[in-house]
């Protein structure tokens, strides 16, 4: 049993260790428009490294306030870590990808769409990751409104789309916080990087920081394991 990092509701996972041999056998996903090959380290913002998409909507400075983030300033100062505040309006997770990519909150919009284009190709693949009974079409377009929460099927998409590690810092049992890795779902030869989330409070997402910005060459956090383990027991 794991606590669901969306809603913080215990989910059990079912998929066979056969079912995760199949799909990786058979992945033959294309680097699109080699993405991944343009990232640097997480820490230094991308704001040159690509083109700004169109469709840009202003920052909303509006993140959850809580008791939390004095916890959470503590837990993070002991790795020379810091929480990077996030508008807080259901696009948190686009959000804090796009100030990873572009060093702004303000093209949320495109990566949303790109995400969830990419999750559209491979419906087989994404399924795996969809809770209950909702079908990955039903699913896919759900996600393409504005203000839905992303899902753990939108960190693996995201992941394996921009060819990073994603570590995501989550509260499980007794609200306590630890650190997981979103790996890309396909082979990635390049030279992968990463991204630091927190899943702050169970309900939003926050960009993690190294306290200097601009240290290259900051080591990822020690985590607990691949949150794939979790899917295939």
Known sequence: MIPSIISGCPIRYLSSLSERKNIFSKLNISNTDDFGKSFENTSKPKTKLIESPGGATDNINTPPHDTI???????LSKSRRKIDLISGDGNCFFRSLSKEVFGSERFHK????????????????????????????????????????????????AA?????????????????????????????????FYVTLCHTGAEHFDRVVPTDNFDKDFPPPICRGSFLDYFFY
């Open 69 to 75: 983030y004095a916890f959470l300033e503590k837990v």
């Open 110 to 157: 495109w990566i949303r769409k790109q995400v969830v284009d990419y999750m559209k190709q491979r419906p087989a693949l994404f399924s795996l990751f969809i809770d209950g009974t909702e079908t990955i079409d039903d699913h896919v377009e759900k996600m393409r409104s504005d203000k839905v929460w992303a899902t753990t099927a939108e960190i693996f998409a």
């Open 160 to 192: 394996t789309f921009l060819g990073m590690d994603i570590y995501l810092l989550t509260p499980v049992i007794n609200q306590q916080y630890e650190w997981f890795r979103f790996r890309p779902l396909r082979e990635v030869k390049h030279r992968r």
